[in-house]
């Protein structure tokens, strides 16, 4: 199985919550699921600057 390292961000805002739902795909395991936003780090990158650029 193959690993990688993401970053999420939890976004509040007049306390509500930013959760997205994936849209929806073949892969059964991840179609239409909710998520913080936020994505892969990338090699050389800290947790930070992915969030900067995932949230762009």
Avoid: W
């Avoid at 970053?7 to 699921?33: G, W």
Wanted: aromatic fraction near 8%; proline fraction near 4%.
């Amino acid at each position: 199985m193959k690993y990688f390292k993401v970053a999420a961000a939890i976004i509040k805002h007049n306390d509500e919550i930013l959760c997205m739902q994936r849209p929806e795909t073949e892969c059964l395991d991840l179609s239409l699921k909710y998520e913080f936003p936020g994505g892969k780090i990338e090699v050389g990158e800290t947790a930070e600057e992915a969030l900067e650029r995932e949230l762009k």
